[in-house]
């Protein structure tokens, strides 16, 4: 398979002017017609002499190909894999309209890349590459046009990007005035019905908005349109971003690779991501779609307005739009707990990825296929590094370069190298070592070593970075790392509030003189670089940490530490920590402190999480004996504080009715965090009772991975599917956490039968992903030593990928940790990849993913 190169980018020889499109919409024979005005390019005609069109299309039955107005005599034509290039000669150098007439079969779309229909709605997804699937284009981010698409159907809400400007029985037309690049094209037609509100700007002007959801799903969309409010106020309060068409439309369709897409003006969600209940969607779920509601709106100035040069660029728009949704969370909701809930997930996700071998930059500079580069590095790391740059350059700093950017890059493709330099225009700094973090993969390792002078009265922190080779990048240099650190008094008062070192060098020395008596040092506040912190501590020091630390983040982290360690010991045949479940009696106690932080800081580290420190420190991880040891500490803590965690429980009860804002929220998570630890010494009775009290999914789900843990959810997931079984996103939970609650010894099996029901939709993405997602989510179940996990997982892949590629290939990742298990089960995954390599016809998705993985 060939593979793309940041190296071989060329600036497109043709300004493209603009766009026309008429869609006639049929299930088989949707027939798409294309006006495109080119004029000449900066770099064509005229600069370069005479240039060639080269356009994009991928499965197009083409009609008719004309330049200005007359067949294109085929001597001038050349047809490559996914490309037509018409000859220069053909094309008069001053500017030439080129139209096509092609025809394409929505229905027979399983890939849903380009358009497809979903449950007798026609919608479009674009990016990165699809719009090639729809008809010739120039399918690249940096040809920017506006577009006019008249649309036919027979249906009855027919939608595109821009303002609406005309419209009739069966058909209407969009205008959309913001040059914009083919992949934020969208276009919908069905049944659909809005829930509807507006929204006046910060200059005062009106927007329509839309949330367009199926009939019968309306009292399901309100908390999505206001979600959609909040952002819109947020972006102008804090970037002064306004928005600028008269309308915004959001549509939920059930069948969606992703979580959500940025089509200007015209938000394509999954349904997962836009409707909720109290009885079928839990806080976390209003957590998200808050948040991607966010983000997706956030994209219309930092992806849309501002978009990417190249596909490589992808982390440009990516990770500034995660990383301002993350800031909108935390103004929404609580700071610290935001905080936390994100290293979570870039720990889990991220840090996994920069540890094997699909590790890549969060700007890569090569690919075989785009669509697997969305990944954690390139949104989540994407994200991290833009909080660096920010704590390097303080808020005002950061307010002058996003200010600069927007107003220097304001209806072009960007790149990286842009992004910096209005940082460095902006505060005058160098980022040349700072674009590291950028161009290199890998998560450093940072070690902290101390030195008390006591007759000085003086502490010297040594740090020293190293980072391990990842594939294709064997030598990383040093980079620039923010550290933020505290010194806290052997009393518990801090001596020194939180100070950033901005570390450059390999090794590096930072003083603190006048110091009273020897401090605890809390570092990595706020977790202020994405690193592998290594320092010797001992378990006394943390729980001091644990109790004293002011830094929400860091004493978060003490007592994770505590927890991971104490698995750890047990898993090898130890004890646990003696300072953790004492520890763990305090934070019950600490009635003072945010419900949702005590929640975070009593659940234990997932078996993951303890596989990967094992693998970090150098030895095996063995799934069943992490496993085992987790729930022996379980157990432990609940013998040991039964009567604080049932108190804890009761007292975290929520009266009244359902809502699903962060206090709330807050207490929930610590009720369910006691339930999990209760439940393993009261053979589920508590679940049991609260599984039929319960009133919101929240609740019903945790009593209900709770009674499957007790091996006593029979009835519950009975009554589940009674009452549920036509709610396709409620019944992706029952499928979800089936696999992933179940005894190891007996996960891959329960997911092997769940797969037999008819009703496993397994073309559906999320029907697809709650059941292999769910299995490999349960560590000990996935990595079961005899291989059965491994061995349903993959059956399943091959099934999936000529059906669709994107997805199928994802869901690869599940084995891009094997080389950290011992040789059998390598030997099996390695098995199992082999079995994909060889299928015939591999998508190129998947055969990307798998070489890789393989190395
Ligand atoms: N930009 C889209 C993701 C598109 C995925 C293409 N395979 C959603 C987002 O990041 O907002
Ligand atoms: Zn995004």
């Keep these: 398979h060939t593979e793309t190169r940041l190296a071989d980018w060329r600036p497109y020889p043709w300004k493209l002017d603009s766009t026309r499109l008429a869609f006639t919409i049929a299930p088989q024979a949707t027939t798409v017609e294309s006006t495109l005005v080119f004029g000449p390019g900066e770099n064509g005609p005229g600069a370069e002499g005479p240039a060639d069109l080269v356009l994009d299309g991928a499965g197009l039955n083409t009609l008719a190909l004309t330049i200005d107005g007359q067949t294109i005599d085929e001597t001038h034509v050349s047809r490559g894999e996914e490309t037509l290039t018409i000859a220069a000669a053909a094309l008069p150098p001053g500017g030439f309209t080129f139209a096509a007439r092609v025809q394409i079969d929505p229905a027979a779309n399983t890939a849903l890349e380009g358009l497809y229909l979903s449950g007798g709605i026609y919608c479009t997804q674009c990016e990165a590459q699809g719009f090639r699937h729809i008809t010739w284009y120039p399918d690249r981010p940096d040809v920017m046009a506006p577009f006019r698409v008249r649309i036919t159907a027979d249906q009855p809400v027919i939608l595109s990007n821009g303002n609406p400007v005309g419209q009739g029985e069966g058909w209407a037309e969009w205008d959309d005035p913001w040059p914009k690049p083919a992949y934020l094209f969208a276009l919908v037609a069905g049944d659909l019905r809005a829930v509807s509100g507006a929204f006046t700007t910060m200059s005062g002007r009106k927007v329509a908005l839309n949330v367009w959801v199926r009939p019968g799903d309306e009292d399901r969309a309100g908390f999505a349109l206001e979600a959609l409010k909040k952002s819109m106020r947020w972006d102008e309060q804090v970037y002064g971003r306004e928005y600028d068409l008269d309308v915004f439309n959001i549509v939920a369709v059930d069948d969606f690779n992703m979580g959500a897409m940025e089509n200007k003006g015209l938000n394509i969600f999954n349904s997962k991501l836009v409707l909720a209940s109290p009885e079928t969607a839990t806080d976390t779920d209003y957590e998200r779609i808050e948040a991607v509601i966010a983000h997706e709106y956030f994209h219309n100035w930092t992806g849309n307005r501002i978009t990417c040069r190249d596909w490589f660029q992808l982390c440009l728009k990516e990770g500034l739009t995660v990383f301002r949704d993350q800031q909108f969370t935390s103004d929404m909701r609580s700071a610290p707990v935001k905080r936390i809930e994100d290293v979570l997930n870039l720990r889990g996700r991220q840090f996994r990825e920069d540890q094997g071998p699909l590790a ?100 010297t922190l040594r740090f020293t970075q190293t980072t391990p080779p990842t594939p294709g990048q064997p030598d990383k240099p040093p980079r620039v790392i923010p550290i933020a650190v505290g010194l806290i008094s052997p009393n518990g008062d801090e001596v020194l509030p939180t100070q950033v070192l901005e570390m450059t060098g390999a090794s590096q020395d930072f003083t603190f003189d006048g110091l009273a008596a020897r401090p605890v040092v809390s570092v990595l506040r706020g977790f202020s670089a994405p690193v592998m912190l290594e320092r010797p501590i001992d378990a006394a020091t943390q729980a001091f940490l644990l109790a004293h630390d002011t830094d929400p983040f860091t004493r978060w982290e003490a007592g994770r530490a505590l927890a991971r360690d104490s698995i750890i010991a047990m898993s090898q045949g130890g004890k646990p920590s003696a300072e953790y479940i004492p520890a763990v009696g305090r934070l019950l106690a600490d009635t003072a402190a945010d419900p949702a932080f005590r929640a975070l800081a009593l659940r234990l580290p997932s078996e993951e999480e303890i596989a990967t420190a094992i693998n970090a420190a150098g030895d095996v991880p063995d799934p069943d004996r992490i496993h085992a040891a987790r729930e022996a500490l379980a157990r432990d803590i609940a013998t040991t504080h039964r009567a604080a965690l049932e108190a804890t429980y009761d007292a975290m009860a929520v009266p009244g009715p359902y809502a699903p804002d962060a206090g709330p929220a807050g207490q929930r998570a610590l009720r369910l965090a006691a339930l999990g630890l209760l439940n393993r010494i009261d053979g589920g009775a508590r679940a049991a009772a609260l599984w039929e009290s319960a009133g919101n999914m929240t609740e019903k789900q945790g009593a209900l991975m709770a009674l499957i843990e007790a091996d006593r959810a029979g009835d519950a997931l009975a009554q589940m599917e009674a009452q549920f079984g036509a709610n396709r996103l409620v019944m992706d939970k029952w499928f979800m956490v089936q696999p992933l609650a179940a005894s190891p010894d007996r996960a891959p099996e329960i997911a092997a039968a769940l797969a037999e029901r008819p009703d496993f939709d397994w073309k559906n993405p999320n029907r697809f992903r709650a059941l292999l997602g769910g299995l490999a989510a349960n560590h000990a179940g996935f990595h079961r030593a005899d291989g059965a996990g491994y061995r349903f997982y993959t059956d399943w892949l091959l099934r999936l990928d000529p059906v669709n590629p994107q997805t199928t290939a994802r869901l690869c990742s599940a084995f891009e940790t094997f080389r950290r298990y011992d040789p059998a089960r390598q030997a099996l995954v390695r098995a199992e990849l082999q079995r994909l390599a060889e299928q015939p016809g591999l998508s190129r998705n998947t055969a990307e993913m798998v070489g890789r993985i393989l190395g």
């Design 360 to 459: 890549h930059p969060p700007r890569p500079d090569h690919y075989q296929e785009i669509n697997n580069f969305y990944t954690a590095t390139v949104y989540e790391k994407g994200a991290e590094v833009i909080g660096m740059l920010k704590r390097l350059v303080g808020d005002d700093g950061y307010a002058k370069a996003l200010d600069l950017y927007f107003q220097r890059h304001d209806g072009h493709a960007a790149t990286i190298e842009d992004w910096l330099k209005v940082f460095e225009d902006a505060t005058g700094r160098d980022l040349s070592q700072f674009k590291r973090w950028y161009v290199d993969a890998g998560t450093p390792r940072l070690t902290m070593t101390e030195a008390w002078d006591g007759d000085a009265g003086r502490l």
